[in-house]
T-cell receptor
Framework: GAVVSQHPSRVICKSGTSVKIECRSL??????MFWYRQFPKQSLMLMAT?????????EQGVEKDKFLINHASLTLSTLTVTSAHPEDSSFYIC?????????????FGPGTRLLVL | DAKTTQPPSMDCAEGRAANLPCNHS???????VYWYRQIHSQGPQYIIH???NNETNEMASLIITEDRKSSTLILPHATLRDTAVYYC????????????FGAGTTVTVRA
């Protein structure tokens, strides 16, 4: 159980275009999903917390107008990188929480590798 | 900010137990210790978590010291597929219980 999928697994786009990444919880409902970014040889950095039915909460330094997050259902959150530039090239990973209280566990998707030319 | 300290790397022999240490001396009473691993170019994989008692599942065992200031993840019979970066994370109330990833321990299992 607790499977999270992402689509696409990799995407190449031209500078200035927008890219949408989907994150789905396949066998459970998730009121909260998270989006992370990972640059080469670095650890994961949390970008934002996606809450079903409400606005996402962004971490300090993450531009909310550039990284649009929509969590329209209990099994789907989307991250749209708007007007992508080469510096946005990275590995984007989502996760979803299962459980309640202090023992909530996050399960991660396989990641989406974005290359902006 | 990460509240844990892990060695940057360690090597293990295939078939042997791998013991991965983690220090979390500032852990509070109701904060859980989580372990994840990330195999190259994949999303992190949940391994195990615990509060104060030792825990075991099909992947690993988690030993938490009585004072909860440190823990050890044990992979009982390491295989080459266990080569990964292992992250020890304390879900921290000061950070709204989010997961904060540090540098982790790069574990290389050798034949």
């Amino acid at each position: 159980g607790a499977v999270v999928s992402q689509h696409p697994s990799r995407v190449i786009c031209k500078s200035g275009t927008s890219v949408k990444i989907e994150c789905r919880s396949l066998d459970f409902q998730a009121t909260t999903m998270f989006w992370y970014r990972q640059f080469p040889k670095q650890s994961l950095m949390l970008m934002a917390t996606s809450n079903e039915g409400s606005k996402a909460t962004y971490e300090q330094g993450v531009e909310k107008d550039k990284f649009l997050i929509n969590h329209a259902s209990l099994t789907l959150s989307t991250l749209t990188v708007t007007s992508a530039h080469p510096e946005d090239s990275s590995f984007y990973i989502c996760s979803a929480s299962v459980g309640s209280g202090l023992a909530k566990t996050q399960y991660f998707g396989p990641g989406t590798r974005l290359l902006v030319l | 900010d990460a509240k844990t300290t892990q060695p940057p790397s360690m090597d293990c022999a295939e078939g042997r137990a791998a013991n991965l240490p983690c220090n979390h001396s500032t852990i509070s009473g109701n904060e859980y210790v989580y372990w994840y691993r990330q195999i190259h170019s994949q999303g992190p994989q949940y391994i195990i978590h615990g509060l104060k008692n030792n825990e075991t599942n099909e992947m690993a065992s988690l030993i938490i010291t009585e004072d909860r200031k440190s823990s050890t993840l044990i992979l009982p019979h390491a295989t080459l597929r266990d080569t990964a970066v292992y992250y020890c994370i304390v879900r921290d109330r000061s950070n709204d219980y989010k997961l904060s990833f540090g540098a982790g321990t790069t574990v290389t299992v050798r034949a």
